[in-house]
């Protein structure tokens, strides 16, 4: 990674620069870190009004801030509305992170018919199978698999040993961290009598632009028709997608959520961790989840949702649990109660 100067930087962001007298626009950036560990050459950012007191004394060379913390800055500041997305941004400039993959690793097992554009990398013991499609630019991480006729768009990237099954494809920008599995079977049985009868999986999964899916997680494929993830979805680590399931635009879900068969997302939804989804339902756009949410029917207004139950001491949960099981018969009495006094 090139250093960057702090003109250059605000410039990405389109944020204001406002220089500290020690430094210039030229002054350059060569790292980025918090605001209570950050030194000279680094870049840090305020956006969380709990690290405020951090900011004082910090040692960052410069720091991304919204106008209101402007006056409290003892260093250069990359003025912006929305600093985390300024942070981000800059996150990505800065970014170090290797290529999964570099050239094509001798060690690859790749099928004589396998298209591949220009550009493309394979790491070591990787295996691509026939049919399989892979655009320009295009990384496959060490110890991928690639089933037949997977098709897998520009610039995407695979992390090592993830398992993209046959029929996949996988759109343009997507980044899929190491362990995950796409296109495994459904879990699809009838029962004769006591004895499970598999279903063949025969749909596909079919994955947009720009999607994120994190390590361990598993996408299956659909029963009949496919699976699908639309542009810009983000999925956590471990997450499970069942067959047939459709997750609208933009749609974030959070690690360990679990997503049964058939259930629809709409646009923006967002999804805590350890969330459930019953199978079969629909979710309207911009509905919201808090952690350990269970849903089991559909949502059709917007809005935020939640159903956990927070920790609380032994001996306080264990009286709600007591309270609890006594509910139904407390309803009961009430309802013996109403029904007297309207005689």
Not at 3 to 11: E, F, W
Not at 118 to 139: F, H, P
Not at 217 to 227: F, P
Request: proline share 3%; net charge negative.
């Amino acid at each position: 990674m090139q250093p960057v100067s702090l003109k250059d930087l605000a410039d990405h962001i389109g944020a204001e620069l406002v220089l500290a007298p020690q430094d210039q626009e030229s002054t350059l950036i060569q790292g980025i870190s918090t605001l209570s560990s950050a030194g000279n050459g680094q870049i840090s950012f305020l956006s969380n009004s709990k690290y405020r007191s951090q900011l004082v004394d910090t040692a960052a060379q410069a720091v991304i801030l919204h106008p209101d913390n402007l006056a409290d800055c003892p260093c250069s500041a990359l003025v912006t509305q929305d600093p985390y997305v300024g942070f981000a941004l800059i996150a990505q400039l800065l970014d170090t992170t290797p290529a999964a993959a570099v050239d094509i690793a001798p060690s690859a097992v790749i099928a004589d018919d396998v298209q591949m554009g220009e550009g493309v990398a394979v790491g070591a013991n990787a295996v691509i199978e026939s049919g399989v499609v892979l655009a320009d630019g295009v990384q496959i991480g060490a110890g991928c698999f690639i089933g037949k006729n997977a098709i897998i768009g520009k610039r995407t990237k695979l992390w090592a040993n993830v398992t993209i099954y046959h029929e996949v494809s996988i759109g343009e920008d997507c980044l899929v961290q190491s362990a995950t599995v796409i296109g495994s079977d459904g879990f699809g049985y009838a029962n004769n009598r006591g004895r499970w009868i598999k279903i063949p999986q025969l749909g596909r999964v079919r994955i947009g632009n720009r999607v994120e899916i994190g390590a361990s997680t598993t996408i299956d494929r659909g029963a009949l028709e496919d699976t699908v993830i639309a542009d810009g979805v983000i999925i956590d680590n471990q997450v499970q997608i069942a067959h047939n399931v459709e997750l609208g635009e933009s749609v974030a879900i959070a690690g360990c959520a679990v997503i049964a068969g058939s259930t629809k997302l709409g646009k923006y939804c967002t999804v805590g961790g350890l969330s459930g989804f019953a199978g079969h339902i629909e979710i309207c756009d911009n509905a919201h989840f808090t952690g350990m949410t269970m849903i089991t029917k559909s949502i059709n207004e917007p809005g935020l949702y939640s159903s956990g139950v927070p920790a609380s001491p032994n001996k306080e949960w264990r009286k709600s649990m007591v309270a609890l099981r006594n509910l139904s018969s407390l309803n009961q009495r009430v309802k013996e109660l109403e029904k007297a006094q309207s005689k």
